[in-house]
Structure formats: structure tokens, C-alpha cells
């Protein structure tokens, strides 16, 4: 920015400068405190406005209350029975009646009372002619209405009443006959409505009568104070007439008056509930009825407004010299520019053979990436396709461009998950690490990749699409499968393995005692000869059976972890199931467990183990009971169903006990986890043993109606 006035050769570049800044400041300075004063003068002009339209709607309102009640004096006195009372004052029927009229007229207008007075000053009839505080027999002579309407003129006066002590404005009218006052007819009004309407106003309205004392006001406070001192004889006269009270003492309101200049508001220092506030004040004089009424309006908001003009003013100047550095820094960069600009220039052609060669490069890259690449717009339209997503779909560029979905290489078995993966995506909420998807081949098989996209942003910084990279991961997706099945197989050598040592420690421990058992109950039967008893003799065969029996288990066991010793043959399921819950019977009177058993009809065989396989359903119900020990005995349902699915038997054993936990799920196979307090936690890791063993898979789940299931399916035998 510069001055021409300091342009002379002989002052120094720097100085001069500095004086342009001092100046430019200056002018800021005096710019800010215009803008303050200014907006102080609008918010005073407008605050002044606001102000006026409050005090011409209050004074329509006051004298509306006015008008409202004048001719309601004039129109009760026109009843003959009020004139008659007058003329007859002594005569009480008369005054019953006008009493009684008069109290009806005062609910019809809503008027504080009613009452007719004698030449004399005293009350002949009044509407409150019945109450403790009635007007009737009170002498008025020394209020000024009074004496206004006896000289036949309308009498309007603002005043505590001698008799209830409730403030209101007094009309009077003469009641005339034969051109003489033969009486006074009074209405009482009462201003307590509008008195309640000024209470909840934020800023103080006053209303103060011709002598400056305040008779209405928002601020209780000031009610019966002076605005001046009065002089000695408008003390007399107040008393006098007892216009506020006899006894009254009429104390100056705290206000300090600031008159404004060349206007007629001025403004208002006062202390309001122990808080010091300034309000914006205008006086408005109502001639007819000798009041003053006080508008106010806080001037608070003109400071506020003031001081937001100041910040404005400065923000904008220092927005200015911003400005003004910006534009003296982009002259000097302008100037850079133009010297950069020529050595571009000489650039642009050395250049554009680089772009050239960087453009085949590019594209040389984009050729030879493994990476399949697709651009897609907001529709889904694909747009741009790389030769590597070409090869790994079998599609050429020209086939997949312009195609919206459904492409033509999704697996038409998983086009619902297609279609969802793709509304994510052009919904702007794709998984940021990528998802897994199966696609199709033009040939035939099957692909699986994954899938990475992030927006496509033009130069602009516009999103005008989505770009996916694909990943083919079929190969390390089948070498994954072949890791996890590896896994299970280890895991379930691992199993076996620790099976086949308590297997063995087992057999080493048990063989001689069974053998022992079996031998001695022989002998015991053998010694009896014909002599036994019936049951002791069926006792002792169940004792060699069972004996028999748990030997055999053992070695069925130490042969399952050696696949060259099992004795696998055909068995029927439907033989297990009822063999088992025949074994069981007497743990099934003992727990009033109702079974019920369903099996298909005409189930295959399948190649095992019949004794392991007994022993596995005699764990899993053996293990339902126990769970429905704390159910009453009516509840205790066990469930044992057999279903043939596809190439293999499922065998369902389910009770209504507790359940297990869906996190438990999987820890009830593991060896030593029980929720028993007296378990080892190996039936169950057994069990899986044997089932896997044979070629199955058992899980835990938890029923729709409560308990547990046990599923196990094994394969049919070819």
C-alpha cells in the first residue's frame, strides 16, 4: 500500500514506510471508534423507537380503562330509583333497591364498586352495602372527585380508599335535576390487572401522578415515592385529602437522571434489588388524567451491542491488514512467479518427453502387476479394468467395461452376499482391511480373493468412484484349509495319545482286579452248586457280566488309539440306543427321568465299536440326569432321538436342565474341564475321542426350551 505524499526522493524507503503503517493504523483506530459510537446511536434509535411504541400502547391502554368506566357513573345515575333515593334519602326500601341494583351493575361491568353519594359527602347506597367494609354512611366531602362532580364537573382521582385502604381510580359524575347537582355518582375501577401485567415486565414501567409521586410501578419500591421534593403545601394537601394515606411519608426514588441531548429520553441510574442498572427512559404526559407515565428499557444491550462493534470493527481491521500482507507478500511472490515462469517454460518441453516415457512406464507397470485392479462410479458402472483382473476372471476389457451388476463374475451361489458387499461399498462403508469374497471363472472354477477399496479422487479432490484392488488367495486359501486340518489331526493324535496312556495305565490296574472279580463270583456260584437263591444267582451273573464287560471297555479303549487292533463291524445304531437305556433303567427309575426316544425308520448300519459307542451315550445320559437333580422329578425329561442327514447318522441326546454357556461350548471337551464338584473332567474328552475315532464330530447346544444338547453324527458304513 502506498502514499503518494511520501513518495519525495529525499525521504528514506524505511521511515517512509513506517509512517505509512503509523497512518494506516490511525485510520483503523478512528474507523473502530466511529463504528462503536455508530452502532451505540442505532441500538439507541432503535432501543428509542421500541421504547415510544411501548408508551403509545400503554397510554391506549390506559385511557381505555378510563373510557372503558366514564360513562358508567352517568348511566347508573340515570336509574329511578337512584334519583328517587336522593330526593328520599331516609327511605330504606328505596335503599335496598339501588343497593342491590348497584351490586348486580358492578358484577356485570367488573367495576371495584359502585356508590351514589349526597350533596352532603355521604354514602346513600354502595354495591358493598353488605360487607364489613361498606361504603354506606361514609362521609366523602374532602375527596376531590367530590368536589369536582359538585361543581358539575367529571371527577377523576387516583387513590387509597378511605374506608378499604385498596388504591383505584375514582370516576364521579353530578346527578343532575332541573339543571342541579341533587347528588354524586362514583365508579371505582381497579388498575390491579394492569399492576400485574407491569410485574412481569424486565424493564420498569412507572406511572406518577401530577405531583411526581409514583402511584403504579413495576418495581414495588418505588410505590408512593416522590421523583422531587414536595413543597410544604402539597404535603397539606395529600393529607388533606388523604389521596396515599394520612400517615404516609413520600421519600425521593433513588434515581440519578442523565438527560440525553437535543431528545427527549433521558437516561435512568437506579439500584434494583441490590444490583446498580441504567435503563433508557421518555416521559409520556397524559393531560387529561394528570399522570406521567415512565417507559423504560435496559441499556445494557447498547453497551453489548456497542462493544460487538468494536470487536467486529476490529476483527475486520485486522482481517484488513491480513489483507494487506497477503496482497504485499503475493506482489512479491507475483514477481517470483514471473521469473519461475520463464524458467518453466524452458522447462515444459524437456519435460514433456519425461511424461511421455513416465506415461508408458506407467502403464508398462500397470500391465504387469499380479494385482487385479477395477474403478467403479457411483452407479456401480465399471470403468476402468487392469489386464490382471482380466486374466484372473477371464473377461476382457471390453466385456467388463460399461457392465453394472450383477458382473459376470460372481458366483451365482453367493450373489446375496455380492449384492451386500457392494451396497457397502457404494455406500461409502467398506471394510477397511478388506473383505473375502468367491468369484467364478468364465471357465468354470472357482476363485477366492480378497478385496481392498478405498475412494477414487480426482485432481479436484472430487470423489468421482471406488477403487478395488483383488488379490487372488485361492492357493493360500487351500494350503490355510490344509494347515487347519493338519492341526486337528494333531490334536487329535495328541488325544488319543493321552487316552491311550490312561488307557494303558487303566488296563495294567484293572485287568487283575476284574479278572479277580469275575473268578471269585464263578467260584461263589460254582461252591452254591443248586443251593443259591434265584436272585443271588442272577446277582452274581450280572457281577461276572459287568465284570466281563468293564475288561472288555478297557481293552476296546487301548485298541482305539491303535488303528491296527480295532475290531471295527457293523452295528445298529437302534441296538446302541436301546441296549444303553436298558443298562440304565434302574438310574432311571431311581430319578423319575421320563425318556423318550425317537428314531427313523429302517436306519444303515455303521462301521465301529458298539461297546465304545455304548459307552458314550451312557456318559452323555448319565450327564443329563445329573444336570436335572435339582429339578423337581416331574420336570426331569431326558430326549434321545436317532435321524439319518445325507451319509451320516446324527444322534441327539437332550435334557431341561440348566444348559451350559455358549462360551463354555467349546471347554467341556477339553481334558480335566468340569462343572462338577466331584467330575475329573474326562468323560466328555473321552467321549469326542471316540466319536472322532470313528470318524464323527460331536457338539454342545443349547435347546430353545432349556437344557442342554449333545449332537454326534458318525458316517454310514459303504
Known amino acids: 500500500m502506498t502514499f503518494p505524499f511520501f513518495s519525495s526522493s529525499h525521504v528514506p ?27 451505540e446511536s442505532r441500538e439507541i434509535t432503535t432501543k428509542t423507537r421500541a421504547i415510544e411504541q411501548t408508551a403509545k400502547a400503554q397510554v391506549l391502554g390506559l385511557r381505555g380503562i378510563v373510557e372503558k368506566y366514564d360513562y358508567l357513573p352517568f348511566a347508573a345515575a340515570q336509574h329511578p330509583d337512584v334519583i328517587s333515593l336522593l330526593r328520599e334519602p331516609s327511605n330504606a326500601a328505596l335503599q335496598a333497591k339501588v343497593n342491590d341494583y348497584f351490586s348486580r351493575l358492578r358484577t356485570e361491568t367488573g367495576a371495584a364498586a359502585l356508590y351514589v353519594i349526597g350533596v352532603d359527602g355521604v354514602t346513600l347506597a354502595a354495591s358493598n352495602w353488605n360487607s364489613p367494609e361498606s361504603f354506606v ?34 370516576i364521579a359524575k353530578p346527578v343532575m335535576s332541573q339543571s342541579l347537582v341533587i347528588g354524586i355518582m362514583v365508579a ?19 406511572l406518577l401522578d401530577r405531583r411526581g409521586i409514583v402511584f403504579l410501578s413495576s418495581v414495588p419500591a418505588w410505590l408512593y415515592q416522590s421523583k422531587e421534593a414536595l413543597s410544604a403545601a402539597d404535603v397539606t394537601w395529600l393529607k388533606t385529602h388523604s389521596q396515599y394515606g394520612a400517615s404516609r411519608q413520600f421519600a425521593l426514588l433513588p434515581w440519578q437522571l442523565e438527560k440525553a441531548n437535543k431528545t427527549p429520553e433521558f437516561v435512568l441510574h437506579t439500584t434494583i434489588k ?32 456497542k462493544l460487538e462493534a468494536l470487536m467486529i470493527a476490529s476483527l475486520l481491521s485486522v482481517v484488513l491488514l491480513l489483507g494487506i500482507l497477503y496482497w504485499r507478500l503475493h506482489q512479491r511472490r507475483l514477481i517470483e512467479q514471473q521469473h519461475a515462469r520463464r ?52 473377461y476382457t476389457q471390453d466385456e467388463l467395461l460399461g457392465c453394472l451388476p450383477p458382473y459376470p463374475y460372481w458366483h451365482p451361489e453367493e450373489l446375496e452376499k455380492h449384492w451386500r458387499n457392494n451396497q457397502q461399498l457404494l455406500n461409502g462403508r467398506s471394510t477397511p482391511h478388506g473383505f473375502e469374497s468367491r468369484i467364478r471363472h468364465r471357465m468354470g472354477d472357482d476363485l477366492f480373493i480378497m478385496v481392498y477399496t478405498a475412494p477414487l479422487i480426482d485432481s479436484n479432490g472430487t470423489r468421482q468412484g471406488w477403487m478395488s484392488s483383488i488379490v487372488d488367495i485361492t492357493v493360500q486359501k487351500q494350503i490355510k484349509d490344509r494347515h487347519h486340518e493338519q492341526e486337528r489331526k494333531l490334536q487329535r493324535s495328541a488325544r488319543l495319545a493321552s487316552l491311550g496312556e490312561m488307557a494303558s495305565t ?98 444303515p448300519s455303521i462301521r465301529g465299536d458298539g461297546v465304545l459307542l455304548q459307552q458314550v451315550l451312557i456318559n452323555l445320559c448319565q450327564n443329563a440326569m445329573q444336570a436335572m437333580e435339582s429339578l423337581p422329578p416331574s420336570h426331569h425329561r431326558l430326549a434321545v432321538s436317532l435321524t439319518q442327514i445325507e451319509r451320516t447318522i446324527q444322534v441327539r441326546v437332550a435334557d431341561n436342565g440348566p444348559g451350559i454357556p455358549p462360551h463354555l461350548a467349546e471347554q467341556v471337551f ?31 447346544d443349547h435347546s430353545e426350551e432349556g437344557g442342554a444338547v449333545f449332537l454326534f453324527t458318525l458316517p454310514i458304513s459303504q
Not at 388498575?191 to 401485567?197: D, F, I, K, S, T
Not at 513416465?358 to 452407479?379: C, N, P, S, T, W
Open 13 to 39: 524507503v524505511s521511515w517512509r514506510r513506517y509512517v505509512q503503517w503509523g497512518l494506516f493504523m490511525l485510520a483503523n483506530l478512528v474507523l473502530i471508534v466511529c463504528a462503536g459510537r455508530w452502532m
Open 274 to 305: 441490590d444490583h446498580t442498572r441504567s435503563f433508557l427512559a421518555t416521559e409520556t404526559y397524559l393531560p387529561e388524567l394528570g399522570w406521567t407515565l415512565i417507559v423504560t428499557s435496559d441499556v445494557e444491550d447498547v453497551k453489548q451491542a
Open 343 to 394: 524458467e518453466l517454460e524452458q522447462r515444459v518441453l524437456e519435460r514433456t518427453h519425461d511424461l511421455q516415457e513416465a506415461q508408458a512406464f506407467r502403464k508398462a507397470m500397470e500391465d504387469a502387476l499380479l494385482v487385479g485392479m477395477i474403478a467403479r462410479d457411483d452407479a456401480g458402472k465399471i470403468i476402468y479394468v487392469n489386464n490382471a483382473l482380466c486374466d484372473m476372471v477371464g
Open 670 to 700: 477339553h481334558s480335566f474341564f468340569t462343572t462338577k464338584q466331584d467330575g475329573l473332567g474326562l468323560g466328555l474328552n473321552i467321549c469326542r475321542t471316540v466319536i472322532e475315532a470313528h470318524g464323527g464330530r460331536i457338539i454342545v
Open 506 to 603: 487303566l488296563a495294567h490296574e484293572l485287568n487283575q482286579p476284574l479278572m479277580a472279580i469275575s473268578n471269585f463270583a464263578l467260584a461263589a456260584r460254582a461252591l452254591a452248586n443248586d443251593r443259591v437263591p434265584p436272585m443271588l444267582d442272577a446277582a452274581l451273573g450280572d457281577i461276572v457280566a459287568q465284570s466281563q464287560r468293564a475288561s472288555e471297555i478297557v481293552k476296546r479303549v487301548r485298541a482305539l488309539i491303535n488303528p491296527q487292533r480295532r475290531a471295527y463291524e457293523l452295528v445298529s445304531m437302534q441296538t446302541v440306543v436301546t441296549d444303553t437305556l436298558a443298562m440304565l433303567q434302574h438310574e432311571i427309575q431311581q430319578t423319575q427321568t421320563v425318556v423318550s426316544v425317537e428314531m427313523d425308520a429302517a436306519l
Open 188 to 206: 371505582k375501577v381497579s388498575l390491579e390487572a394492569l399492576e400485574n401485567v407491569w410485574s412481569k415486565s424486565t424493564d420498569p414501567l412507572v
Open 137 to 170: 354512611g361514609q362521609s366523602y366531602r374532602q375527596r376531590p372527585y367530590f368536589e369536582d362532580a359538585l361543581a358539575g364537573r367529571t371527577g377523576l382521582f387516583y387513590g387509597l380508599g378511605l374506608t378499604t385502604g385498596t388504591s383505584g381510580l375514582f
